[in-house]
Nanobody, 122 residues
Framework: QVQLVESGGGLVQPGGSLRLSCAAS????????MGWYRQAPGQQRELVAT???????NYADSVKGRFTISRDNAKNTVYLQMNSLKPEDTAVYYC????????????????WGQGTQVTVSS
């Protein structure tokens, strides 16, 4: 009922910027919490940032002051603006819906996008 499509990844030099986008599609009424996660080679997947429908955000300490998460509820899209990128930011970045309302009392949980590669290197 809900699908996520991510875009915006690529290769960037240290200190550069990228903006990731994640668009939700399907049949649903609302999405409460959306977030970005990342997984580097050989590493565990980790939380990068989350945002609720009202706009409250949360960030991992490693990205505070450099990354900004935002969402456009009308377009069902969440963004991750990444500035001052570092080599350690290199990872596959995944968009996630924590919970979406798909009916009067029906919800779906933990919907993941396919991931988009971000590589920070000289």
């Amino acid at each position: 009922q809900v699908q996520l499509v991510e875009s915006g990844g690529g290769l960037v030099q240290p200190g550069g910027s990228l903006r990731l986008s994640c668009a939700a599609s399907g049949t649903f009424f609302s999405i409460n919490v959306m977030g970005w996660y990342r997984q580097a080679p050989g590493q565990q997947r980790e939380l990068v940032a989350t945002i609720i429908s009202g706009g409250v955000t949360n960030y991992a300490d490693s990205v505070k002051g450099r990354f900004t998460i935002s969402r456009d509820n009308a377009k069902n899209t969440v963004y991750l603006q990444m500035n001052s990128l570092k080599p350690e930011d290199t990872a596959v970045y995944y968009c996630k819906i924590d919970r979406a309302r798909v009916g009067t009392i029906r919800y779906v949980n933990d919907i993941w996008g396919q991931g988009t590669q971000v590589t920070v290197s000289s």
